[in-house]
T-cell receptor
Framework: TQLLEQSPQFLSIQEGENLTVYCNSS?????LQWYRQEPGEGPVLLVT?????EVKKLKRLTFQFGDARKDSSLHITAAQPGDTGLYLC?????????FGKGTLLTVNP | NAGVTQTPKFQVLKTGQSMTLQCAQD?????MYWYRQDPGMGLRLIYY???????DKGEVPNGYNVSRLNKREFSLRLESAAPSQTSVYFC??????????????FGDGTRLSIL
């Protein structure tokens, strides 16, 4: 069974601060996806990384895939209240995704 | 664009009752999935259908059955509901069966309570 561990589980910060969320596994994945979920809604894809060492930027969000394709990180610069939500990483293998338990981020004004 | 539509949005059942959760996608996707989301447990795969006409068990299939009715529709059935099945259920779809680098598109969930 492939497992993805996310840390921290909860994160509460002030507007303007920077933060990093981690996603780690002992398994190799063909891809690593990051989703954000808001209350009462389904997860929405933020980014997919497929190459070891790959870095992708989405405005203030920076995603990195580990060289060995076993881990990933999400860095948010100058967090805003609109960034509040549950951030989920998911590892892809064949036609399935294995999800981490998520990081619940709260950005206070 | 509707994307992935789940019905109903909320449901309360008594222990032992049965019900079917419906899911339809309008993106012509090949693969469809059913997940449950519980506090502290994340999203866990119940069943999936890699392509029309096929279904396979995921991580937590016990107590559930599925039907891939056609390419658009994938239903989840609880034959005899138990309180442990109280959860939020999400349906998702994906364009490609293999490999899994394609994003999954989720519905807004069905919130199911079993008393």
């Amino acid at each position: 069974t492939q497992l993805l561990e996310q840390s921290p589980q909860f994160l509460s910060i002030q507007e303007g601060e920077n933060l990093t969320v981690y996603c780690n596994s002992s398994s190799v994945f063909s891809s690593l996806q990051w989703y954000r979920q808001e209350p009462g809604e389904g997860p929405v894809l933020l980014v997919t990384v497929v190459t070891g060492g790959e870095v992708k930027k989405l405005k203030r969000l920076t995603f990195q895939f580990g060289d060995a394709r076993k881990d990933s990180s999400l860095h948010i610069t100058a967090a805003q209240p609109g960034d509040t939500g549950l951030y989920l990483c998911a590892g892809g293998s064949n036609y399935k995704l294995t999800f981490g338990k998520g990081t619940l981020l709260t950005v206070n004004p | 664009n509707a994307g992935v539509t789940q019905t109903p949005k909320f449901q309360v059942l008594k222990t032992g009752q049965s019900m079917t959760l419906q899911c339809a996608q309008d993106m012509n996707h090949n693969s469809m999935y059913w997940y449950r989301q519980d506090p502290g447990m994340g999203l866990r795969l119940i069943y999936y259908s890699a392509s029309e006409g096929t279904t396979d068990k995921g991580e937590v299939p016990n107590g559930y059955n599925v039907s891939r009715l056609n390419k658009r529709e994938f239903s989840l059935r609880l034959e005899s509901a138990a309180p442990s099945q109280t959860s939020v259920y999400f349906c998702a779809s994906s364009e490609a069966s293999v490999p899994s680098n394609q994003p999954q598109h989720f519905g807004d969930g069905t919130r199911l309570s079993i008393l």
